[in-house]
């Protein structure tokens, strides 16, 4: 158990819906990042916040957004959902206070787009 | 730009040596971590090199030479629950501590 906690673990919905994906940082850590995981594929990073601040954007796409809140949790929203946004969604966290900083990984949230 | 190459598949026997490769081509270096992903599970750390050299930890050691771009994980031992992807992941040089990660090495033990 890392220690990140996200919910919910699955998710089954419709296209052109919207969702919302949150992560619960590991106690301490004040770095959050996004990332996704497509079939067979890498895992893509979208967007890192650090203490409630959006520090970098990867490839995210414009129907998506993030936010992080006092309390450092973090949500992902995803909205006009397609069926190529079928994935895992993962968070991770981490201190971010050297650069030896390891990430430790959530265990995800499975999106199925119908 | 980033690039990150490690092989896609890879077969092992039960107890032997495997050694998994990882080329990069990044705007900036500062860092470079290998993780384990089992099947549907969250990735989890095995190590972290950002000088050149190997670091040996257990059954697992990770090589890193910055100035050819390349880094290897060595697997010894093997056990049948290695089997599971093994990820490459470079941290570029600057303040988001992001990573950049390989699509990963799918690796499989067979007895």
């Known amino acids: 158990d890392s220690g990140v906690t996200q919910t919910p673990k699955h998710l089954i919905t419709a296209t052109g819906q919207r969702v919302t994906l949150r992560c619960s940082p590991r106690?301490?850590?004040?770095?959050v990042y996004w990332y996704q995981q497509s079939l067979d594929q890498g895992l893509q990073f979208l967007i890192q916040?650090?203490?409630?601040?959006?520090?970098a954007k990867g490839n995210i796409l414009e129907r998506f957004s993030a936010q992080q809140f006092p309390d450092l949790h973090s949500e992902l929203n995803l909205s006009s959902l397609e069926l190529g946004d079928s994935a895992l969604y993962f968070c991770a966290s981490s201190v971010s206070g050297s650069d030896s900083d390891e990430q430790f990984f959530g265990p995800g949230t499975r999106l199925t787009v119908l | 730009g980033q690039n990150i190459d490690q092989p896609t598949e890879m077969t092992a026997t039960e107890g032997a040596i495997v050694q998994i490769n990882c080329t990069y081509q990044t705007s900036g270096f500062n860092g470079l971590f290998w993780y384990q992903q089992h099947a549907g599970e969250a990735p989890t750390f095995l190590s972290y090199?950002?000088?050149?050299g190997l670091e040996e930890k257990g059954r697992f050691s990770s090589f890193l030479s910055r100035s050819k771009g390349y880094s290897y994980l060595l697997l010894k031992e093997l056990q049948m629950k290695d089997s599971a992807s093994y990820l490459c992941a470079v941290r570029g040089k600057d303040s988001s501590y992001k990573l950049i990660f390989g699509s990963g090495t799918r690796l499989l033990v067979r007895p």
């Open positions: 090199n950002v000088l050149d």
């Open positions: 106690s301490g850590d004040l770095s």
């Open positions: 916040y650090y203490n409630g601040e959006e520090r």
